[in-house]
């Protein structure tokens, strides 16, 4: 499967897409952090985004689900939801949360390096 994997990770366009999918969908993209970690022969490329969305559980749903139909090589790694204390005591169907996730964005492993050929005089 790794030869269907992009061997550079490109996270501004996924970042875009979040945001663009937030304000669609009028919740608030609160926070992003992002950690990369380069690939190995033996290791995938992988860079994480840590994620706070907050705005009411439907229209998060639909920005997740957005962003990952969208790239095939994400992966939700970590998902914590918490209800907001106001939309609790109003009973409201459409409660505020706030949504922590971690998606990941796998790339290639690193190709191993090819020892060049000998060269014909010896040298």
């Given at each position: 499967?790794?030869h269907?994997?992009?061997?550079?990770?490109?996270?501004?366009?996924?970042?875009i897409?979040l945001?663009?999918?937030c304000?669609?969908?009028?919740?608030?993209?609160?926070?992003?952090?992002?950690?990369?970690?380069?690939?190995?022969?033996?290791?995938?490329?992988?860079?994480?985004?840590?994620?706070?969305l907050?705005?009411?559980?439907?229209?998060?749903?639909?920005?997740?689900?957005?962003?990952?139909?969208?790239?095939?090589?994400?992966?939700?790694?970590?998902?914590?939801?918490?209800s907001?204390?106001?939309?609790q005591l109003?009973?409201?169907?459409n409660?505020?949360?706030?949504?922590?996730?971690?998606?990941?964005?796998?790339?290639?492993?690193?190709?191993?390096v090819?020892?060049?050929?000998p060269?014909?005089?010896?040298?």
């Open positions: 499967f790794t269907h994997l992009p061997s550079t990770l490109e996270v501004q366009p996924v970042v897409q945001q663009r999918s304000v669609q969908a009028g919740i608030e993209l609160a926070s992003v952090q992002i950690q990369q970690q380069a690939a190995t022969i033996d290791r995938l490329a992988r860079t994480k985004l840590n994620i706070i907050r705005g009411n559980y439907p229209a998060v749903k639909t920005v997740l689900a957005e962003v990952m139909g969208r790239y095939s090589n994400i992966s939700l790694r970590r998902l914590s939801m918490r907001s204390l106001q939309g109003t009973n409201a169907t409660t505020e949360t706030e949504t922590t996730a971690v998606l990941a964005l796998w790339g290639a492993p690193a190709n191993p090819q020892n060049p050929a060269s014909a005089s010896g040298h």
